[in-house]
């Protein structure tokens, strides 16, 4: 299985910088989540690595780069565009002819029609699909070859409750066969459950790049939540460690800094009354925020 790696990436449209010195690895037997706000250059880091646009940087799929794979999509499985079909050529027969083109046998047409459930559709115009139809052709575009590499601009983009979680469940499959699957969303509380690692960019540039956990314990939103008659006495002693806690309106205290067992040992040495010790973790989306909020190329505005 293919080891992919991203090395200064750079992409600029006039003045307008839209990549600057991306550099990662997605390895194999993993989901690793592209994340970033409109605007930040992941579809353009995406055609980057598939050598579609021209750029600064290599990506390399175990040494090689795209444009010199004999048969790329029996290696690399790619959804980039919303609509990568022609609008009026029934989906089997757009399946087809990629087959033909890339010398897969036909028989692997019906197999990936099944696996992204189109097969009672095989012979409907795309034209006529919905998005989430769309999304699943181009599924099974990329699927086709059975390659040993997914990239995947949001996929899950207009597929319905139902059609995320079996999209969940296949990616999760993909990779657990030994696949390297880089995908992008937008839909953080399914990349949450869905990604091992993160890609994260703002602006062209990279924020965070590691395990999804070490980006979630990173956020400046974990706390220990603190039910207290006695913070006068309990105060003290939880600065004196480097805890700071600040209280909320409902009367419960966030003391930021320490871990909850920290939090319990001080409110012993105090002999400070606790009713209420919890720790509490940062989303991924408060993460997310917390760390592309300076990075947000369209903002809007409440009126």
């Known amino acids: ?19 600057t010195d991306l550099s990662f690895t997605v390895r194999p037997g993993t989901v690793t989540g592209f994340l970033g706000p409109n ?9 980057l690595m598939l050598g579609l646009d021209r750029g600064e940087g290599r990506t390399t799929f175990d040494g090689r780069p795209f444009t010199e794979l004999r048969q ?45 459930g189109l097969t009672s559709v095989a012979r409907g115009r795309p034209r006529k699909f919905s998005l989430g139809m769309g999304q699943r052709l181009g599924l099974a575009a990329a699927l086709l070859g059975d390659p040993h590499t997914l990239i995947l601009d949001e996929p899950s983009n207009g ?30 509380q399914e990349m949450a459950v869905l990604a091992d690692h993160l890609v994260v960019v703002g602006r062209g540039r990279m924020i965070a790049n590691g395990a999804v956990a070490d980006f979630t314990r990173g956020s400046a939103r974990n ?7 006695d913070m006068s006495q309990l105060g003290p ?4 460690l480097g805890g700071h806690a600040q209280q909320s309106s409902d009367g419960t205290w966030a003391v930021r800094g320490l ?13 400070a009354r606790v009713h209420q010790l919890v720790d509490v973790e940062a989303t991924l989306e408060e993460a997310f925020l917390d760390a592309t909020g300076a990075d947000e190329e369209f903002r809007g505005h409440l009126r």
């Open 1 to 19: 299985m293919a080891l992919v790696v991203a090395e200064h990436l750079g992409k600029q449209y006039g003045a307008k910088v839209a990549v």
């Open 39 to 47: 605007g930040s250059g992941k579809s353009t880091t995406m055609r």
């Open 72 to 116: 790329p999509l029996r290696e690399v499985g790619a959804l980039l565009e919303a609509n990568p079909f022609h609008p009026t050529r029934r989906a089997r027969s757009h399946l087809r002819m990629l087959a033909a083109a890339n010398r897969i046998p036909a028989s692997r047409v019906d197999e990936v029609l099944e696996i992204v």
């Open 159 to 188: 597929l319905d409750p139902q059609g995320i979680t079996w999209l969940r469940g296949l990616l999760r499959s993909l990779a657990s066969e030994g696949r390297a699957v880089f995908v992008s969303s937008h839909l953080l």
């Open 223 to 229: 706390h220990v939540l603190v039910t207290t008659p």
């Open 237 to 240: 002693v939880l600065a004196s």
């Open 259 to 271: 871990t909850s067992a920290q939090v319990g040992d001080a409110a012993r040495d105090a002999a």
